[in-house]
């Protein structure tokens, strides 16, 4: 069992920026890759971005590529989701995934959830 807790969100205007943080429970967190996914209103839960368990590869939806950075500190279990250059668009919940794979991008291919939190970005 995986405990999944995340942190971060809040309100910021259209070009700021936010650091999501995600601590996981348990001694083996190295050992399998993290997700970011975001939900927003009315709308299916997306793929945002993935890291290895190693944290030597990443992989980003093409609508945060460039602007969002997934990075981890495995002697600290936690992942982060670094946001920048912020669009109203990007206003949702964002949940953090565990996955055997980095390269999964669906959501029934990750197992633990955690219970989300909120970002909105003002225009």
């Known amino acids: 069992q995986v405990q999944l807790v995340e942190s971060g969100g809040g309100l910021v205007q259209a070009g700021g920026s936010l650091r999501l943080s995600c601590a996981a429970s348990?001694?083996?967190?190295?050992?399998?890759?993290m997700g970011w996914f975001r939900q927003a209103p009315g709308k299916g839960r997306e793929f945002v971005a993935a890291?290895?368990?190693?944290?030597?590869?990443?992989t980003y939806a093409d609508s945060v590529k460039g602007r969002f950075t997934i990075s981890r500190d495995n002697a600290k279990n936690t992942v982060y989701l670094q946001m920048n250059s912020l669009k109203p668009e990007d206003t949702a919940v964002y949940y953090c995934a565990t996955s055997p794979r980095y390269t999964f991008r669906r959501e029934r291919q990750y197992n633990y959830w955690g219970q989300g939190t909120q970002v909105t970005v003002s225009s």
């Open positions: 348990g001694r083996t967190f190295s050992s399998y890759a």
């Open positions: 890291i290895s368990g190693r944290g030597s590869s990443t």
